[in-house]
């Protein structure tokens, strides 16, 4: 993975299998979204799920797929599950793929 473009792409292009998990909106954020990233680094990722139907299944289930399409490791988070230390400047980078 080279580049924030690339990331956003990628995600743009399987937005309806991600959908499919339920996700009304996801986000890149990190050194990818800053354009800071290396070969080594992973890719942040916050994940907004549809009213109801977040679980840790589909969760799971999304993490790995979103592995698979990367090609690389994700961590993936969802609003809810950010340290409210690190929230504010967390969502003030993220660069969202609406679905």
């Known amino acids: 993975m080279n580049s924030s473009k690339e990331v956003l792409d990628i995600l743009h292009l399987n937005r309806e299998r991600i959908k499919e998990f339920g996700v009304r909106r996801i986000g890149l954020f990190g050194s990818f979204a800053r354009n800071e990233q290396r070969p080594d680094s992973d890719i942040d990722l916050i994940v907004e799920f549809e009213s109801g139907r977040k679980n ?43 679905l």
């Open 56 to 98: 840790f299944d589909s969760y799971m289930e999304l993490c790995f797929y979103l592995e698979e399409i990367l090609g690389t490791k994700a961590d993936v988070l969802t609003p809810e599950g950010i340290d409210p230390l690190l929230k504010q400047g967390i969502l003030k980078e993220t660069v969202y793929e609406r």
